[in-house]
């Protein structure tokens, strides 16, 4: 390894990138049209080609699929619709033999109804694992306790006939949350933890990690006044003060964190609530590095409008709440949320691409969103998701449709019909063919990743903003004792000169990659044009 490589002076973790794969559509192996561990394997050297350092696997434990392995019915077995361990146990050797890291989907908030540990609950309420997850009587007039409603619609209360008590469920009603306010079920999960431990995974991000600590009380959550009937998600209207982040979430997190760390050069990644307020992220860093979570999931950029100035000011702010033993991150795309191409177009793509590779921080890439992948229109009737099917227009699947590796049938990805649709444009939109073009956005995020690991300046270098009341392009420098770099980034669809303030004695600097993938010259700072849709890396 060169000695000007950044991953050597900080944990992977804070120099690396870690790429997300959504394992039921990354490829199929044996031709049933769901992708699997071997077909995993077999990408590697693709992934290695691109230049991430670590996989994030989506849940791949058994499990019934009722929530497509978020319904978790044995958290130390590998679900034979993925394979078996010995394929686990080969993917993982594999990519730490390429440099790479694996790292695991982890979901303790809840269970399936068909986990070992319910089945026991729920046989009698004198069960020993009764208060293993939340049981209550139901209210005078056969109600349930309160008016908390699940995430994928209706209420968060199912009644069990036989027992004659409700159970809490914040998904589905087959995804029963657990107690964690008893200490056995504490103990059960941080066993399950160290089994993939001992296996070698280099950490896991945790489901919804901030939503395991409900209020005992079950007091009923208040109306959100920001929530518009007919506009908005009907699981938004109400605000989760209650049901959810209630007292004594950051000690539990801790306690996960104690688990993960005693183990060598592990990371703790955490699913938390889509804040736009850096202020209510900042917390769960904990008091000192490694108190709590190593990275709080920062999904703020895909919640921001994409426009120059609130952009800036988002990261800006996110920059400075961070605490000083913390970390920052950055998310622009993942398996809930709409494709990024389709939310910004294919142009701002290539310049969120060299923005989320840029800023200060981890970045995180979904797997297709280097090829400028799209939402596929699913037909309701071939809709999968158990969100989609109960909330019809909110379907998670549009961005959940198999990667597109070539213009062969079904992409490359499978022999048969796939698991959920294709994309129309999979012939042209396809690792092979993107590989091959120079412009490419997949020859772009190729040319980023592979500057990124070359550059201390943008891995661990300083964040400041420049020209903070530009409308139109966000400008900040990346720096280090020995090293400067400068971003511009051009928001908006006309051409833009900008006069930067002196950063060199010249104020001359080379541009050495465009978004536009077509240009490396000599620039003067105080005239650098940016064409429509453009960014830039300039070496001052």
């Known amino acids: 390894m060169p000695m000007n490589d950044s991953r050597l002076s900080a944990p992977w973790w804070k120099t690396g990138v870690i790429y997300q794969i959504y394992p039921r559509s990354f490829q199929d192996s044996n031709g049933d049209g769901i992708g699997d561990l071997a077909g995993i394997t077999a990408r590697l050297d693709y992934l290695a080609w691109l230049g991430v350092d670590a996989l994030w696997l989506s849940p791949i434990y058994e499990s019934p699929m009722a929530d497509f392995g978020y319904d978790v019915s044995d958290f130390t077995a590998i679900d034979p619709i993925f394979g078996t361990m010995d394929d686990f146990d080969a993917l993982v050797r594999e990519a730490h033999a390429r440099g790479l890291k694996v790292v695991m989907d982890f979901v303790p908030n809840h269970t399936s109804n068909l986990h070992p540990w319910f089945l026991e609950s729920r046989a009698a309420r004198t069960s020993p694992k009764r208060d293993w997850y939340i049981w209550v009587d139901p209210t005078p007039d056969d109600d349930p306790p309160n008016n908390w409603i699940a995430y994928f619609g209706g209420p968060t209360w199912t009644l069990d006939e036989k027992t004659g008590q409700y159970y809490l469920h914040n998904f589905l009603p087959e995804q029963p949350d657990l107690n964690y306010r008893t200490e056995a079920v504490k103990h059960a999960v941080w066993n399950d933890l160290r089994f993939w431990l001992e296996r070698g ?39 989760r003060v209650y049901s959810e982040r209630y007292d004594g979430i950051h000690d539990l997190i801790k306690e996960f964190q104690r688990v993960i760390k005693a183990y060598e050069n592990r990371v703790s990644i955490g699913e938390i609530q889509y804040f736009d307020d850096p202020h209510q992220i900042a917390p769960y860093y904990g008091d000192y590095e490694s108190d709590e979570l190593d990275l709080p999931f920062n999904f703020g950029l895909m919640l921001q409008h994409w426009a120059a100035r609130t952009v800036r000011q988002f990261v800006t702010a996110y920059d400075a709440a961070i605490p000083p033993h913390g970390f920052p991150n950055y998310v622009l795309g993942n ?26 921080g981890t970045p995180f890439i979904y797997n297709g969103e280097e090829l400028g992948m799209e939402n596929v229109t699913i037909p309701q009737h071939q809709v999968k998701d158990p969100q989609g099917k109960n909330l019809p227009g909110f379907t998670r699947d549009v961005a959940r449709t198999p990667m597109q590796w070539s213009n062969a049938p079904y992409a490359g990805f499978s022999t048969v019909e796939p698991w959920l649709p294709l994309a129309n444009n999979y012939e042209t939109v396809n690792v092979e063919a993107e590989r091959a073009k120079p412009d490419s956005i997949l020859t772009l995020y190729h040319r980023l990743l592979g500057y990124r690991r070359r550059t201390p300046a943008l891995s661990l270098g300083s964040y400041r903003p420049l020209l903070e009341a530009d409308d139109h392009c966000f400008v900040y420098l ?8 400068l971003i511009a980034l051009n928001f908006s669809g006309e051409a833009q000169t900008l006069a930067l303030p002196d950063v060199t004695e010249s104020n001359m600097g080379q541009l050495i990659l465009s978004t536009l993938l077509d240009r490396e010259e000599q620039v003067d700072l105080h005239t650098l044009h940016l064409r429509p849709n453009e960014g830039v890396i300039v070496e001052v």
């Open 201 to 239: 995974v280099d950490g896991f991000r945790i489901d919804v990690v901030d939503r395991m600590m409900k209020d005992p009380l079950l007091r009923d959550n208040p109306p959100n006044p920001d929530y518009v009937q007919g506009r908005d998600n009907p699981t938004r209207a109400f605000l």
């Open 335 to 360: 398996h809930d949320q709409h494709r990024l191409a389709s939310r910004l177009g294919w142009e701002q793509a290539r310049v969120a691409a060299m923005l989320l590779l840029t800023l200060r």
């Open 478 to 485: 990346r720096e280090t004792t020995d090293q400067r770099r």
